[in-house]
């Protein structure tokens, strides 16, 4: 989730058309994947996770950089501007890292192989839609209850 809301709408721009190693490897029997092409997957898969991991981890230390400066009564210009700038740096890391594991990916595929993404990756982005706007509606009605019940004494 942390994901998501710091990648600059990566799954909604760019995702759509472009599903990652992870996905291929997951659909790699109806993409007919060959052996070869599942160890390229999988290395591409890995080195994707793993540099994810440490792009969340230095937002969260900028973040928490920032945040510890701003605090103080009387904080440097310098330190925030250079923390904010730490802070701008690491979410755009996270914003563009993935792109070459995607690409790459892709580019491991054969032509029918890369034609049956393409078919594959539609259906499965309207299916992930669905299943978000399903987890939306359930917590805003949650939401509305936890209000209704707040609003009629119900705390």
Request: hydrophobic fraction near 40%; glycine fraction near 6%.
């Amino acid at each position: 989730m942390f994901f998501m809301r710091h990648s600059l709408g990566f799954v909604r721009n760019f995702y759509r058309y472009h599903p990652g190693p992870a996905w291929v490897l997951a659909n790699a029997k109806a993409l007919d994947l060959t052996p070869s092409q599942i160890k390229q997957e999988i290395v591409l898969k890995n080195g994707m996770f793993h540099d994810t991991k440490v792009g969340i981890m230095a937002l969260k230390d900028a973040m928490r950089t920032y945040k510890n400066v701003a605090m103080q009564d009387n904080p440097s210009i310098k330190e925030l501007i250079k923390d904010a700038r730490a802070v701008g740096e690491s979410y755009t890391y996270l914003s563009y890292e993935m792109i070459p594991y995607h690409i790459k990916g892709y580019r491991i595929l054969n032509a029918s192989q890369k034609e049956e993404y393409h078919k594959l990756a539609a259906r499965n982005f309207k299916m992930k839609m669905r299943m978000m706007m399903k987890m939306m509606m359930k917590k805003c009605r949650w939401k509305m209850k936890m209000m209704h019940k707040k609003m009629h004494g119900g705390w």
